[in-house]
């Protein structure tokens, strides 16, 4: 499985690139809406401590909750009152399954390999050939931390330079970001 660092990045990119208007661009709970849902799938690691059995990429890592998520969301967001309920609504959906895709990418060394990523339409396992990311370890020794350092310095050099480019497109097409049109009245 990537780090949480990589799915969070590909959750902000995903926030960035179906942002239409400034003010989803900059809208923090959105984003923020759009972080979790790319990082919630692996909540069933905690499952762990409930039964001590492996539940990781079972269910929550499947189109079907990608779905619950997404219409829970859908039937949320209105009661919450928030702009763009059912746009933010496709966005958990979206987050969700990119976590999905990522975990398809990378080494697996923990049982069970792959992912139930089709359920409940399929209880098949999904890998695939030619992973692109690297295995977290879930132990704390100094081979772990350091693979995991390894690790993650690749998913950067991987996933950053789409973040920052999906961000700059956006804030230009956009009209710019705050900060900068505040700095830009001050000269």
Known sequence: MPSPLAHGLVGLT???????????LFDLRRAGVTLAAALAPDLDLLFRFVDGRNHHNDEMHSIGLALLAAAAG??????????W??????????AWT?????DYLNVDTQPPIGL???WPFSSGYYKSPIPIFMDIGRTLDWAT??????AGAWECVVLVPPFLA???RRTRQLGGCAWHEGS????
Request: net charge positive.
């Open 98 to 102: 990119s976590h999905l895709v990522l």
């Open 116 to 118: 139930l990523a089709l």
């Open 166 to 168: 999906s961000w700059r």
């Open 85 to 94: 309920p059912l746009k933010l609504a496709v966005l958990v959906f979206l």
């Open 14 to 24: 995903i926030h960035a690139l179906a942002s239409r208007e400034r003010d989803e």
């Open 184 to 187: 830009k009245a001050r000269r």
């Open 145 to 150: 931390v350091r693979h995991n350092a390894v």
């Open 74 to 83: 859908a039937a949320v967001f209105p009661l919450l009152r928030w702009r």
